[in-house]
């Protein structure tokens, strides 16, 4: 192998491993990530429809966090009830009340 084949394969491999790198870290999109869907207030109250029959039914607790961890990936809205007054509350996954219901 002569002086100049080295070197061809050698910046080959180095440009390869560059635009691997480069793909990996910049380009490539997250196969995990999940795009919200837009909410509409008919599905925020379908949600807590759903979420406040559960509650009278008894459901576990570690369900109605299943279901509001749902919600959260799907549409960005977290459901509970206030102990004090026991009114539904929607919020937003930072926190924002967004609607009450009761």
């Known amino acids: 192998m002569t ?3 080295k070197v061809f394969l050698l910046g080959s491999v180095l440009a390869a491993a560059l ?5 990996y870290f910049y380009i490539r999109e997250d196969p995990n ?8 207030g008919s599905q925020m109250e379908e949600a807590a429809q759903a979420y406040a029959l559960a ?7 570690a369900t109605l966090d299943e279901m509001n961890s ?3 990936k799907m549409y960005g809205i977290r459901i509970y009830q ?8 929607i919020t937003d996954t930072a926190g924002k009340q ?5």
């Open 3 to 5: 002086t100049q084949t």
């Open 82 to 89: 206030r102990k004090s007054d026991g009114v539904f509350v």
């Open 33 to 40: 990530e999940k795009l919200k869907e837009p909410v509409t």
């Open 98 to 102: 967004i609607k009450e219901m009761s």
């Open 55 to 61: 509650v009278q039914e008894g459901v576990p607790q």
């Open 70 to 72: 749902d919600y959260a």
């Open 19 to 23: 635009f691997t790198g480069i793909w």
